[in-house]
């Protein structure tokens, strides 16, 4: 299992929000590339970046910002205002190695399973839920489906990396809904996808809870830590020792 730094992007700087509303933002760093230059000190080989702008307004604002993340030599992972094929272009073109899909997946799966079977592992789909049900448009509306149904026709279309965010416990602090991410990770394993946890981590003790599941669940690739960071709950170098087993 991989930690996944997080760097949300607004307004060209790194923020954290609760709960994905843009009012309750926090300005951690004027330059995100500040903030994954410190992950990569730690020693962070992979990133989770998100245009928070182009989640919003359902276009690309940031990619200066994410390129200059993408010069440090991490792994890039990437969400944020992909709507089109041109979009997720421009994100490989700035460096990123992983596009995230996440409105344009729920309301249309046809489009991310199309780009998954283009591109394949270079395409991943972001799934977000608020009560089990989808959201989308950067957490402002609430679909009526669940985060289950996408995921079992995305899964069988092809799409091979999901990232699961409980919003109910993003930014929170209140730990990791294990339950919620361990009956994602069944419903993707016969399919042969892989699972990313993202929401929640507020201590190491959820990141001990996580790597356990992933002994058990061989899927669950990874878990993004986000506000933790940014809020010294936990060490970035020391989360990272604890899922390598040092």
Not at 155 to 172: E, H, L, N
């Amino acid at each position: 299992m991989k930690i996944y730094p997080a760097v949300d992007i607004k307004d060209g700087k790194c923020v954290r929000l609760k709960q994905g509303l843009a009012s309750e933002s926090t300005v951690y760093f004027e330059d995100p590339a500040d903030a994954a230059r410190a992950f990569a000190d730690a020693g962070s080989k992979v990133i989770h970046v998100v245009d928070l702008d182009g989640a919003f307004e359902g276009r690309q604002k940031n990619l200066a910002a994410i390129e200059r993340i993408a010069g440090l030599g991490m792994f890039v992972e990437m969400g944020g205002g992909m709507r089109d094929e041109a979009g997720v272009v421009s994100a490989f073109n700035a460096g990123v190695g992983r596009a995230i899909i996440g409105t344009k997946a729920s309301t249309n799966p046809e489009f991310a399973i199309e780009l998954a079977q283009k591109y394949g592992e270079k395409i991943a789909v972001g799934i977000d839920a608020k009560g089990g049900k989808v959201a989308i448009k950067g957490w402002v509306e609430v679909a009526d489906q669940s985060a289950q149904e996408l995921a079992d026709t995305l899964a069988k279309g092809g799409v091979k990396t999901f990232i699961y965010t409980d919003i109910d416990t993003d930014g929170m602090l209140s730990g990791v809904n294990i339950q919620a991410q361990e009956a994602m990770l069944k419903n993707l394993a016969p399919f042969g996808a892989k699972l990313i946890a993202s929401g929640g981590v507020a201590s190491n003790g959820d990141i001990v809870l996580l790597n356990e599941l992933s002994k058990s669940h061989a899927n669950l690739e990874g878990a993004i830590v986000g506000k933790a960071i940014y809020e010294k709950r936990v060490d970035l170098r020391e989360i990272i020792r604890i899922v390598e087993g040092a």
